[in-house]
């Protein structure tokens, strides 16, 4: 098993030189990743939120 950061560079080369090893990334760069998708989605629902109005909905009451 080969462990890389999760480059897209790795995966066409490891495989030309080991075809039989399987290609892991490590765990903290999927959490990283993941975390990255998370504060973005935050970043734009608040965003979208503050166009809106304070409490993001209509002003009906």
Known sequence: MLVTDGS???PAVL???WPSARHR????HVIKDL???VLDALRRLRR???R???WGGSDDS
Not at 25 to 28: A, G, L, P
């Open 8 to 10: 897209d560079l790795y």
């Open 52 to 54: 809106r109005g304070k």
């Open 35 to 37: 975390h990255k998708l």
């Open 15 to 17: 495989t030309e030189l």
């Open 48 to 50: 979208g939120l503050a």
């Open 25 to 28: 990334s490590w765990v903290i």
